[in-house]
Structure formats: C-alpha cells, structure tokens
C-alpha cells in the first residue's frame, strides 16, 4: 500500500542573514506551496535470489522533470549505486534515502521489528516526487504563450505541470554549467527532503505523521516522530548541499510556521567527518544527539493575508550573498555588529506588535475585525482615523508600530547590502515596495530571507489582496497563488495528482 507524505514551502519575513548564528530568531511562515512523495513496493513479492539479499532496487521517479533515476542500495551500508544515467539522480533525495533507511534499521533494531522492516526493503522502494507549480517560475512560458501575468493565468496552468529548465550559462572559466530550474524561492530542497523522509519513516513502520482532522486541526503523531523526521530531514538536506545552514527551511517543512532559532552546527560533526565513520555509525550518533533548535508556534493574525510576487528580473545566488555579508562583518566588524544589533532590535520590535495584534484577535475579536476590516480599505495614513475608542486604537498603534519596526528592518538590509557589496534590496525591488507600502490595506512589503531579485512580499489587511495584486500585474510582477498555511509535515489521504484531475479540464498546455 501506497504511503504520500507532503511537505511545505517556507517564506522568511524576518531573520535574514541574523539567523544564521544563535541565538537570533527569525520568523518563518510555512505555505500552501507542497512537495509530495509517494512511496509504494516495487513488487508485491520479495525476490529471495542472493543479490536481493545484499541489495535491494529503488526506483525514483520525479514527472515534472520527465526523469526516473534506478539504484541498487546495500542492506548492510545503506549506500546507493546508481544503475542509470547520472543526470537523472538528486542528492537531496539519495542523501534522505540512505539516512533514512539507515535510521529505520537502527530503530527497528532495537525494537526487535527487523524482519518487517527487510520484508519492505526487499520489496524495492518505488518513489515518486512532484511538487506544486508554485514552487517553479512559469513567467517565460506565460509570456511566450502571451498571457497576462496574473494570478488567473497561473490558475490555468494544469496541477504539477512540467518544468523546464533555464539555458546554459557560461562559467568564468568558459564552462557550460548544468542548467537550473526557475524557481520562486520556496525552499524546494528544503520541503523535497522533508517529504521524502517522512514518507520513507511512515512506510517502514518507523513513526506516525500527523494528518488535517475534519477541524482544520493537524492530529495523529507524536513530538517524538516528529523530532525523528527532522533530525533526519535536517541531516540529510546539510550534507546534500555540503554545508550546514541556519536549517530554518527544514524545520518550517516538519513543524509549520513558526519562530525559530537555529541549531548548533556541532550537533552534525559527526556527519561531517570525512574519511571517518560508516553511516549506521553516524546515523546512531545522530539519533543520541541532543538537538539544541527552538521553536515557536506562529502565525499571522487572522484577517491577514501572505502575497507573493515575481519580479521577474533575474535570480540571486543566497549562498554567494551571505558569503559576501560574512567576508563584510570580518572586515568592518564594529560597523557590523551595530548594523545587527539594530535590525535584530527591529526584528524583536515587529515580532512584538504581530503577537499583540495576535492577543487582541483572541480576547477583542469583534473589535479587531472591526478594525482590520476598516483599515484595509484605507492607506496606513488614515487608520488612526478608523479607531473610535481606546481598545481600537492600541490595534491601530500596533499595526503601525509593526509597519514602522519593518520599515526599520528595510533600512538596515539595504544598509548591509551597500556595505556587503550584494543587491540584498536592489533598487528596482525599492521602488516597487515603497509604492506596495503605500497601498490601501497593505502592512508590510519587503523582500524574503536572504533577499535578492527572487521573490517580493507583502502582508495585507482584510479583502485588499485583489487590488495589491491588480497593481503587481501592471508593474510586470507576476502575483503567486501560494499563501500562508500553518501546518508542517502531513500524511496525505492519497496520490494528489488524483484530486486535482477536475480542475485540469480546462488547463492550458504550456509545455
């Protein structure tokens, strides 16, 4: 029987760059956007020749790409050998292959299930990967089609569409680099892996995922499956990249929305060794670690909503802008550390007024309705204007100290970029978030996590999105349909390209 685990895309909106280094928060919204893997036997009998017994197949399969990528993994190693062509295979997901499998066979272990658990195994493990359109930049197959850039065109592009991918470009050294898909952003590695191992653990037996109850509630797991999951989904996306980030993306993909603050890089030193231990040893050393993360529930406060847009101007490389910003705080330490000392001062600052507005929501709704559906009619200049008594206008004091703390935090990226030599907030991103900033009903407007040419947000009050976006569209930003959703990890009810078959019929075909 098929098991599909999903796992969400993740949006920064504050905590870029600070992050990275304890004990600095940042403030992750989990989306709508979703990877889904689907693991399932490749057959239904176990092959009792004596290969199998040392070996078994695994078959990945990624639809969206038109590849499927075949491998033989050691039952004693846990290591893959690919037995197809090499451009079909994805670190991300051999990296959660071998750790997951390697983890499930030291847990099954010491459960005394091990029997099941090579039952399974020899059964070869057929997976399938696809994930959300939203995931992937459709802008140059909207303009070649000549549509509008519109949050109605994306909306005709068929469920888990094909991808394509960006023309070569020329290295330094003359080189062809191999091409890269479009992306918006989203942490697609990120939430890939996460899925990938949550599958895995579900379909060996080794831990229960939550699921959406009939409330809209996530129900049926434990914090310990949950922990399992990303410490594994944690590991495997590190090595896989060959470093060790701030790990946010991951953990928004386990657990949802939330404020977060990064793990100890030592906690992997392990898993780092080169030359050193086998992986049943690492995975037994990663299993006893004592991960130090913290994470906090979140969300927007209701009557808000999360936009999304493509600027369409050009991709950026996070891992050369954060170098960049790093090789800046060495060189100008004392100019550094005030510039962070100041954005993580604003940071707190906007975090405060977001879960005041959150409070007033619980104990005052009525009148916080009231007032998120008056001002969204209006620009910021004229909400005090909205409030009629005391309770009503501290909502409106916290709505505009959270825009003024995220116009401080504006200032002081642009301020890091200039120093740091990197387009953290390009000048043409400026102008299209002052003049977002100005709309009637929007809070804040900026750029997510490391910045750059990507992607753009804002945060809107009541029924404003529409117009926001409207205006987007005029400026040539394509609005994205993906939005804030707070739920990590889940176990789907099924395959969902078999949901999304209805509303394909009258889809474009754009590839």
């Given at each position: 029987?098929?098991?599909?685990?999903?796992?969400?895309?993740?949006?920064?909106?504050?905590g870029?760059?600070?992050?990275?280094?304890?004990?600095?928060?940042?403030?992750?919204?989990?989306t709508?956007?979703r990877?889904?893997?689907?693991v399932?036997?490749?057959?239904?009998e176990?092959?009792?020749?004596?290969?199998?017994?040392?070996?078994?197949?695994?078959?990945v399969?990624?639809?969206?790409?038109?590849r499927?990528a075949?491998?033989?993994?050691?039952?004693?190693?846990?290591t893959?050998?690919?037995?197809?062509?090499?451009?079909?295979?994805?670190?991300?997901?051999?990296r959660?292959?071998?750790?997951?499998?390697?983890?499930?066979?030291?847990?099954?272990?010491?459960?005394?299930?091990?029997?099941?658990?090579?039952r399974l195994?020899?059964?070869?493990?057929?997976?399938?990967?696809i994930?959300?359109n939203?995931?992937?930049?459709?802008?140059?197959?909207l303009?070649?089609?000549?549509?509008?850039?519109?949050?109605?065109?994306?909306?005709?592009?068929?469920?888990?569409?094909?991808i394509t991918f960006n023309?070569?470009?020329?290295?330094?050294?003359g080189?062809?680099s191999k091409?890269?898909?479009?992306?918006?952003?989203?942490?697609?590695?990120?939430a890939?892996?996460?899925?990938?191992?949550?599958?895995?653990?579900?379909?060996?037996?080794?831990?229960?995922l939550?699921?959406?109850s009939?409330?809209?509630?996530?129900?049926?797991?434990t914090?310990?499956d949950?922990?399992l999951?990303?410490?594994?989904a944690?590991?495997?996306?590190?090595?896989?990249?060959?470093?060790?980030?701030?790990g946010f993306?991951v953990?928004a993909?386990?657990?949802?929305?939330q404020?977060?603050v990064?793990?100890?890089p030592?906690?992997l030193?392990?898993?780092q060794?080169v030359?050193?231990?086998?992986?049943?040893?690492?995975?037994?050393?990663i299993l006893?670690?004592?991960?130090?993360?913290?994470?906090?529930?979140f969300?927007?406060p209701?009557?808000m909503?999360?936009?999304?847009?493509?600027?369409?101007t050009?991709?950026?490389?996070?891992?050369?802008m954060?170098?960049?910003?790093k090789?800046?705080q060495?060189s100008?330490?004392?100019k550094?550390?005030?510039?962070w000392?100041?954005?993580?001062?604003?940071?707190?600052?906007?975090?405060?007024e977001?879960?005041?507005?959150?409070?007033f929501a619980l104990e005052q709704?009525d009148?916080?309705?009231?007032v998120i559906?008056?001002?969204?009619?209006?620009?910021h200049?004229?909400w005090v204007?909205?409030?009629?008594d005391?309770?009503?206008?501290?909502?409106?004091k916290?709505l505009?100290g959270?825009?003024?703390?995220?116009?401080?935090?504006?200032?002081?990226?642009?301020l890091?970029?200039?120093?740091?030599?990197?387009?953290?907030?390009?000048?043409s991103?400026t102008?299209?978030?002052?003049?977002t900033m100005s709309?009637?009903?929007?809070?804040?407007?900026?750029?997510p996590?490391a910045g750059?040419?990507?992607?753009?947000f804002?945060?809107?009050?009541?029924?404003?999105?529409?117009t926001?976006s409207?205006?987007?569209?005029?400026?040539?930003?394509?609005?994205?349909?993906?939005?804030e959703?707070?739920?990590g990890?889940?176990?789907?009810?099924g395959?969902?390209?078999?949901?999304?078959v209805s509303?394909s019929i009258a889809?474009?075909n754009?590839?």
């Amino acid at each position: 029987m098929a098991v599909v685990a999903s796992a969400p895309g993740k949006v920064l909106i504050t905590g870029g760059y600070l992050i990275l280094e304890r004990p600095n928060p940042g403030i992750v919204l989990s989306t709508t956007a979703r990877f889904y893997a689907i693991v399932k036997p490749i057959r239904e009998e176990i092959d009792s020749g004596s290969w199998a017994w040392a070996w078994t197949d695994v078959k990945v399969s990624s639809p969206q790409l038109s590849r499927e990528a075949a491998y033989k993994m050691s039952l004693k190693h846990f290591t893959l050998q690919c037995t197809s062509s090499r451009d079909s295979s994805n670190p991300f997901v051999e990296r959660a292959l071998e750790y997951t499998v390697a983890a499930a066979k030291a847990i099954s272990s010491d459960k005394g299930t091990s029997d099941q658990l090579n039952r399974l195994l020899l059964q070869g493990l057929d997976i399938t990967i696809i994930g959300s359109n939203d995931f992937y930049s459709y802008r140059s197959q909207l303009e070649a089609h000549g549509l509008p850039l519109t949050s109605a065109s994306l909306e005709l592009l068929p469920p888990f569409s094909l991808i394509t991918f960006n023309e070569d470009n020329e290295t330094q050294g003359g080189a062809k680099s191999k091409p890269e898909v479009a992306k918006t952003g989203l942490g697609s590695s990120a939430a890939m892996t996460t899925s990938v191992v949550a599958a895995l653990l579900r379909y060996l037996g080794i831990v229960g995922l939550p699921f959406v109850s009939k409330d809209g509630t996530a129900a049926g797991t434990t914090d310990s499956d949950l922990s399992l999951v990303h410490a594994i989904a944690q590991t495997a996306h590190c090595i896989a990249q060959g470093k060790i980030g701030s790990g946010f993306d991951v953990c928004a993909a386990v657990y949802g929305s939330q404020r977060y603050v990064r793990f100890s890089p030592s906690v992997l030193s392990s898993a780092q060794a080169v030359g050193g231990k086998q992986l049943p040893d690492v995975i037994n050393d990663i299993l006893k670690e004592k991960w130090d993360h913290e994470k906090l529930s979140f969300s927007l406060p209701p009557l808000m909503s999360l936009l999304l847009g493509e600027p369409g101007t050009g991709g950026s490389s996070t891992p050369s802008m954060v170098g960049s910003v790093k090789q800046w705080q060495k060189s100008d330490p004392q100019k550094s550390a005030e510039t962070w000392t100041r954005l993580a001062n604003a940071n707190s600052m906007l975090e405060l007024e977001l879960n005041k507005l959150n409070k007033f929501a619980l104990e005052q709704w009525d009148l916080y309705k009231h007032v998120i559906s008056n001002c969204s009619g209006y620009s910021h200049e004229k909400w005090v204007e909205q409030a009629t008594d005391q309770t009503q206008e501290s909502i409106v004091k916290s709505l505009l100290g959270a825009r003024e703390a995220f116009v401080e935090i504006r200032f002081q990226m642009q301020l890091m970029g200039k120093e740091a030599g990197v387009p953290i907030e390009p000048e043409s991103q400026t102008q299209l978030l002052d003049a977002t900033m100005s709309m009637r009903g929007v809070l804040l407007a900026g750029v997510p996590g490391a910045g750059g040419y990507d992607a753009v947000f804002a945060i809107i009050l009541g029924e404003s999105t529409g117009t926001v976006s409207d205006a987007w569209s005029s400026q040539g930003v394509l609005p994205l349909l993906v939005r804030e959703n707070p739920h990590g990890v889940l176990l789907e009810d099924g395959d969902p390209r078999t949901r999304e078959v209805s509303s394909s019929i009258a889809s474009i075909n754009i590839n």
